[in-house]
């Protein structure tokens, strides 16, 4: 029953989507963190004017699928062609590769700000105040003593989103790019043999995110020698 | 773009009624979905929780494949390995030729079995967290497993449940987008065949994020509400 000459013949297919799977999957999840922690920052100051339209982002990337955003900037800014050409962005927006790190960035940004701005909230309120008390200035504060507990609190939290975000690359393969996830659809639809197929594919994610997962954790050890038994 | 506008009304050329059919239909296949997934998270639950090595290792592995891989391969093995097993099963009553699962069945299912790996991990938490007491006295009352389980464990474990099965549902009703690859036609299909054929992608996805964040955010309401209801009377 089980054909394992089939297995050999589809892991190495599939394994050639797995360079664009990471590619797709790191490129957004850095870019994700870095406009995760600009949000997050920004709403510190309880500014109205940078609060609210944050929460207004936030709010709408998590309440639609990420489909709808994916299609929403690939086939939805594409209307505007003449525009897009005007200011110089049509290169990116025609790229469904662009298109679809734009989409997992913004959508991994808005729930990485809420993981980060949790973090931030549960610094114990002693230690920023002891540090105002010791003269240091907001920023160092932010530097030295907010954002290094914080960011560590936040690592079990963000892993859970990374692996989402893994898994959301997947998507891609509907605006036609071949990651594992698309050519596993393309094998299936060929060979008819949904279950072997799926067990191959399925194979590699699990691999992948559990390596994720391991090495988060030992970073987080890592991060935590105070901590660590 | 605002004189376009009239696309998404009710009128002759309008995709109102359609869009908003659809949607009704992503809330069907999302509804479906999830009470399915409460029945494989219920049995994934007991097994996470059995006294036994093999419940607990396969519950264990359903959680973590189904958490742990793409949901839209989930569709696909079950949008195809069910129309092969279909077919196998019409062939061998003398059928012939392919036989296609239902969209809506196969949306279901896959949206069930995924949540079920979710859902499963929400019970097991709510099971742990009723306490210990609460059995203890269940058994002092000479009530059999089955009525401990029912009149005392179950009512006190939904309570500790809602929450984490309110970010389930969310996750659930943004999954079944995805159903819209396998040719449902639920608010993503639909508002894909509206921008198709009016060449207004932009409005049409537009809307769809619209209705999406209002089901979503209608429904987040109910849990909440739900929630504050499954604590009245407890002092907290």
Known sequence: MIDFRFFLEIIPQLLAG??????????????????????ALAQQGGNPLAVWP??????????????????????GLGQFRPFL????????????????????????????SEILRGAIRNVPRGLPEAASALGMSRLLTLRFIVLPLALRAAIPAYGNEVILMVKGTSLASIITLMEVTG????????SYRAIEVFVAAGAIYLVLNFTIVRALHALEIRLTPYRSR | MLDKLHLLGFGEGGWGAALLGAALMTLVLSLLGFLLGAVFGSLGAAGRLSKNRLPRALAAGYSTIFRGVPDLLTIYLFYY????????????????????????????????????????????????????????????????RYQSLLLVVLPQLIRHAIPGLGNVWQLVLKDSALISVIGLVELMRQS???????????????????????????????????????????AR
């Open chain 1, 18 to 39: 797995l360079p664009l799977t990471l590619e797709l999957a790191g490129t957004s999840i850095l870019l994700g963190l870095v406009l995760a922690l600009a949000l």
């Open chain 1, 54 to 75: 944050i929460r207004l982002f936030v709010a709408i990337f998590r309440g639609t699928p990420l489909l709808v955003q994916i299609f929403l900037i690939y086939y």
């Open chain 1, 85 to 112: 050409k005007e200011i110089g962005l049509w290169w990116l927006f025609r790229e469904p590769y662009w298109c679809a790190i734009l989409a997992l960035t913004l959508n991994t940004g808005a729930y990485g």
């Open chain 1, 183 to 190: 050519i596993a659809q393309g094998l299936i639809s060929q």
């Open chain 2, 81 to 144: 390995g069910g129309s092969i097993a279909l077919t196998a099963l019409a062939n061998l009553f003398g059928a012939t030729g392919f036989v296609g699962l239902p969209a809506l069945a196969t949306g279901v299912m896959a949206i069930g079995v995924v949540s079920g790996a979710y859902q499963a991990e929400v019970y097991r938490g709510a099971y742990l967290a009723v306490e210990r007491g609460q059995f203890d006295a269940s058994k002092a009352l000479a009530l059999s």
């Open chain 2, 192 to 234: 894909q065949i509206g921008a198709g054929s009016t060449r207004e992608p932009f409005l049409f996805y537009i809307a769809a994020a619209v209705l999406y964040f209002i089901i979503a955010g209608l429904t987040d309401l109910t849990f909440r509400a739900a929630e504050a209801r499954s604590w009245r009377g407890i």
